[in-house]
């Protein structure tokens, strides 16, 4: 009974840890866009793209038309792919609405004036960090991820190539309100640098390492490792083929934050220890990310 609380908890956990980094994700989305790229010019790709280029027309406000279109895309996903799919798209389109809606009160003018470019970099980081926060927490804000979603179930092409083809069409098509091919180019900046950035977020979370551990003192190791660093240990029966002598290979992964404390637990109990590690590509199961399947 004990332990099935105990994994019921870690579960309610691990979800309320999710829903707090969405939205975490979604304000700093809202800072770059409404912030930096809107009051620029500059337009930028998925469903605030469309919003962005229906603003610049019509005035009509951004927060409006992104939740107009994000609850139709999300009734169609709904039929489609279920409410599991769901669930967390559909708290990261509130969040985002309503922190678009505070910001435009708070800011009512570009902060960086006559600095398009610099409002292009600085709007394009916080848009593509929030939304690798926001997709390391297997959240998603919706959009283009949707059609993404939707478009791979029935056809064979990668989610990325579908959200990168809306994208560009999307930029491109905001010269038709613009009439600037010099704020449709640093569109397709945005759409790069962001895209680094959601990158470089998301697989920073995610870097992990394997150890191979060779020394006579692997039960003190194994024990420490096991105590210390909450990691689990593997040994390994070897031969040596030089001195045909019997050795314990001690297998180890973690993430590579903790690195440093490993080499340091192993050097305090044997400084001879012959250690090799790696980087590994990815790492599923308990204590490390959540195996996803298609």
């Not at 470019?117 to 297997?138: D, K, T």
Request: aromatic content about 12%; charged content about 15%; proline content about 2%.
């Amino acid at each position: 009974m004990s332990s099935t609380l105990s994994v019921k908890s870690k579960q309610v956990y691990r979800e309320i840890k999710d829903y707090l980094l969405i939205a975490l994700g979604m304000i700093m989305y809202g800072i770059g866009w409404t912030v930096f790229l809107l009051p620029s010019d500059i337009p930028s790709g998925a469903v605030p793209g469309i919003a962005s280029i229906i603003y610049w027309a019509t005035g009509f406000p951004v927060q409006y038309t992104y939740l107009i279109i994000n609850f139709s895309l999300l009734l169609l996903a709904l039929k489609i792919l279920g409410l599991k799919f769901c669930l967390k798209t559909i708290f990261a389109v509130f969040i985002l609405t309503f922190i678009l809606a505070v910001i435009q009160q708070l800011i009512t003018g570009p902060l960086i004036h006559n600095q398009p470019f610099m409002s292009c970099v600085l709007g394009a980081s916080f848009c593509g960090a929030g939304i690798g926060v926001a997709f390391s927490a297997n959240g998603s804000t919706g959009g283009t991820d949707i059609i993404a979603a939707i478009v791979n179930k029935y056809r064979d092409i990668s989610l990325g190539r579908v959200i990168l083809i809306c994208d560009v069409i999307i930029i491109t098509s905001s010269y038709l309100v613009l009439k600037d091919w010099e704020k449709v180019v640093y569109g397709y900046v945005v759409l790069i640098i962001s895209s680094f950035m959601l990158d470089q977020v998301v697989n920073s979370s995610r870097q992990s390492v394997q150890f191979f551990i060779i020394s006579s003192k692997y039960e003190e190791i194994g024990q420490r490792i096991n105590k210390d660093m909450h990691r689990g240990v593997t040994f390994i029966d070897g031969v040596g083929c030089y001195t045909h002598n019997n050795v314990k290979l001690m297998f180890v992964l973690a993430k590579k934050r903790e690195s440093n404390t490993i080499f340091r637990l192993i050097k305090d109990i044997d400084p001879n220890a012959f250690v090799s590690q790696s980087a590994v590509i990815g790492v599923f199961g308990e204590g490390f990310d959540r195996i996803k399947v298609k």
